[in-house]
């Protein structure tokens, strides 16, 4: 009896072979691609900095839910621009060596090639975005300083938990996505859901390359705790944390749960 076919893996599936082919025949457009899902990230992170420094000038307490509330667009940025996220591609590149759609050594290209060219747009666009008027006087104690500050101070584990949360949400905020017909309902689907992993401070490390290069350069490199190993440090447990939960507990767990002859598939 062959297992049945699920149409979430259908699409995951037709995903992971364009990104292959993409790969494939024009490296540099997957770069491209790649950098501009941190283009979004970046306008996300500024937007979602300048109402919360806004809104806790207007009512004290206010900035965090908001800068949830505005961040949460940048995925719906990234899913509807087509661009390459390397925490999604964490549940792509597990779930498609697994099913056999790929070989470990093109998974992990793609997703270091991702992750690779993520930072490098993080770093250009936060850089330009630094020099735009809305961050040209940070509050050295203001609402944008407090939140990188405080990325910094965590503690391995706690880093590693968050991080592994942070991508659960982000993968099941694509999932849902791709399960959803109507863009209304898809759009706001992911911005609840995103909400969840950016209101509660959890670790991105996608995220974080934007939010720490615009900290540094709005603060001429003068943001608290901030040194090269603080920064390290947070990357690479938040990437672990990220694995975790994208890769391991959403991208194998549902390959696995739909490698199944049930009809309870996805």
């Not at 584990?157 to 791709?178: K, R």
Request: hydrophobic share 55%; glycine share 10%.
């Amino acid at each position: 009896m062959m297992n049945p076919v699920s149409p979430l893996f259908e699409k995951i599936d037709s995903s992971i072979s364009k990104k292959v082919d993409l790969i494939d025949t024009s490296y540099v457009r997957y770069a491209v691609r790649a950098m501009l899902a941190c283009l979004f990230l970046t306008l996300g992170t500024g937007i979602a900095f300048a109402v919360g420094i806004k809104a806790e000038e207007l009512l004290p307490g206010s900035g965090k839910l908001l800068y949830a509330f505005m961040f949460s667009w940048s995925l719906v940025m990234i899913l509807y621009m087509n661009a390459e996220l390397g925490t999604s591609n964490m549940l792509y590149m597990t779930a498609g060596v697994y099913r056999k759609r790929l070989g470990a050594g093109k998974a992990a290209k793609i997703l270091f090639t991702c992750i690779l060219f993520n930072l490098i747009g993080g770093v250009l666009f936060a850089y330009l975005l630094s020099l735009t008027g809305p961050f040209q006087h940070v509050a050295s104690d203001g609402f944008l300083v407090h939140a990188l500050s405080g990325k910094l101070a965590k503690s391995t584990i706690q880093i590693l938990i968050e991080g592994m949360f942070a991508n659960i949400v982000v993968n099941t905020a694509v999932l849902a996505s791709m399960r959803m017909k109507d863009d209304g309902g898809k759009v706001w689907a992911i911005i609840f859901i995103i909400f969840i992993f950016a209101f509660l401070g959890f670790e991105h490390v996608i995220a974080n390359f934007p939010a720490f290069a615009l900290g540094f350069f709005v603060t001429g490199g003068n943001l608290p705790g901030m040194t090269m190993g603080a920064v390290a440090h947070n990357l690479f447990f938040a990437f672990i944390g990220n694995y975790i939960g994208g890769g391991v507990v959403i991208g194998l767990v549902y390959a696995w749960l739909n490698n199944s002859n049930s009809r309870y598939v996805d």
